[in-house]
């Protein structure tokens, strides 16, 4: 199984910017699929969570700007982020969980700027 992100980059204070994330190489089916983020200097932290059939889940600092969503027949999770500020400057990574053989997996990560 391989994940792989696209969409990060660099944008202004205020813009926005979408990842997703295809998780290939497997016929199964994800159960959790989401996004982590690591900025310079910090622990990496979840940024949000959606399984496939139940609630998603958002850190706090990014409750009301950033939307989670997947297409299960597709595998991909996406990362919609609006109102975007400095602070959600870091590396994210996208990462699934395969019940099938019970492991989580993570992408190589994408590195979203934001400049004040």
């Known amino acids: 199984v391989q994940l792989q992100a696209s969409g990060g980059g660099l944008v202004q204070a205020g813009g926005s910017l979408r990842l997703s994330c295809a998780a290939t190489g497997t016929i199964y089916r994800a159960n959790k699929m989401g996004w982590y983020r690591q900025a310079p200097g910090k622990q990496r932290e979840l940024v949000a969570v959606v399984p496939s059939g139940g609630m998603t889940n958002y850190a706090d600092s990014v409750k009301g700007r950033f939307t989670i969503s997947r297409d299960n027949a597709k595998n991909t999770v996406y990362l919609q982020m609006n109102s975007l500020k400095p602070e959600d400057t870091a590396v994210y990574y996208c990462?699934?969980?395969?019940?099938?053989?019970?492991?989580?997996?993570w992408g190589k990560g994408t590195l979203v700027t934001v400049s004040s």
């Open positions: 990462y699934a969980y395969f019940p099938v053989n019970g492991r989580d997996y």
